[in-house]
């Protein structure tokens, strides 16, 4: 399911970026600057919706998945239509 991210607070939203930007063991091309650069980043990206906000239910977990990413996903992409 797709969390518009203007849903979270701000201490949510930032939270969840930090965590996506500093996970260890992926390469996610954010290690290279600051923090603050990075969640800058990000958050540009969602606002510009080229990057998502993602709930899965089954894990109860969020994670920051790119556009691309997700229209590999027709499921997920059926169920918002915004996406397209």
Do not use: C, W
Request: proline letters at 4%.
């Amino acid at each position: 399911m797709i969390i518009p991210y203007e849903k979270l607070s701000r201490e949510a939203l930032r939270g969840l970026i930090e965590e996506f930007v500093t996970r260890e063991g992926t390469d996610s091309g954010y290690t290279e600057k600051s923090l603050d650069e990075n969640v800058e980043m990000v958050k540009k990206q969602l606002e510009k919706k080229e990057a998502f906000i993602v709930y899965d239910e089954e894990t109860e977990t969020a994670n920051i998945v790119s556009k691309r990413h997700l229209e590999q996903k027709p499921d997920l992409i059926r169920k918002n239509p915004g996406l397209s």
